[in-house]
C-alpha cells in the first residue's frame, strides 16, 4: 500500500505527465533517498502548501535559516551543474533563481534515485512498464534551501494505457 497522501499526489499531477520532458532537470549522480528530499516525508498531500508553511514559519522567525536550509551537497552540486533554473527567485535568501532537478526511484533503478539528466533519458523511462515515480525538487545554491517541488508517476500502466 502506498500512503494515501501519495495517492493523492499522483491524481493530483497525472495530467502534468504528458509535458514530463519539459519539467526535466537533472544532473548525474546523485547519491541520496527520497527521505532525504524536503517534503517528502509521510502524511504531506499538497507539497505547495507544505512549502507555503515552512517559508512562512521561516518569516515569522519559528525557524531558523540553518535550520532549512541544509540540502545534500550531492542536490546542490546536482543544481549547480546540471539544474534546470526556474522562475521562482528563492523564499529564503531571495538572492538567487531556484534550480529544478528530477530524481527517479524504482525496481531496477539504484536505491538513491536516478538523476535524470535528459528529457530522453526520462522519455525511455516513462517507456518502462513498471511503476516508477518522479520526485522534482527546487534547490538554492546560493543558501541551499531545498524542497519538493513535485512527484509524478513515470511509466507503469499508464504509459501502456496511452501508448
Ligand atoms: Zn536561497
Redesign the pocket.
Known amino acids: 500500500m502506498r500512503p494515501a497522501g501519495q495517492r493523492i499526489a499522483r491524481v493530483r499531477v497525472r495530467r502534468r505527465v504528458g509535458t514530463i520532458g519539459s519539467l526535466v532537470a537533472m544532473s548525474s549522480q546523485g547519491h541520496f533517498s527520497a527521505g532525504a528530499l524536503r517534503g517528502a516525508g509521510r502524511g504531506v498531500v499538497d507539497h505547495r502548501l507544505a512549502r507555503r508553511h515552512l517559508v512562512n514559519e521561516f518569516r515569522r522567525g519559528r525557524l531558523r535559516q540553518d535550520q532549512i536550509c541544509d540540502a545534500h551537497p550531492e542536490l546542490i552540486r546536482a543544481a549547480r551543474n546540471l539544474g534546470t533554473e526556474s522562475r521562482a527567485t528563492?523564499p529564503?535568501?531571495e538572492?538567487?533563481k531556484l534550480r529544478l532537478v528530477t530524481y527517479v526511484f524504482g525496481s531496477r533503478l539504484p536505491a538513491h534515485g536516478r538523476c535524470v539528466s535528459t528529457a530522453k533519458e526520462m522519455a525511455a523511462l516513462n517507456a518502462r512498464s513498471d511503476d516508477l515515480t518522479a520526485y522534482v525538487v527546487e534547490a538554492?545554491v546560493?543558501?541551499r534551501?531545498h524542497h519538493l517541488l513535485r512527484v509524478l508517476p513515470v511509466g507503469g500502466t499508464r504509459a501502456r494505457r496511452t501508448g
Open positions: 528563492c529564503i535568501c538572492a538567487a538554492c546560493e543558501c534551501w
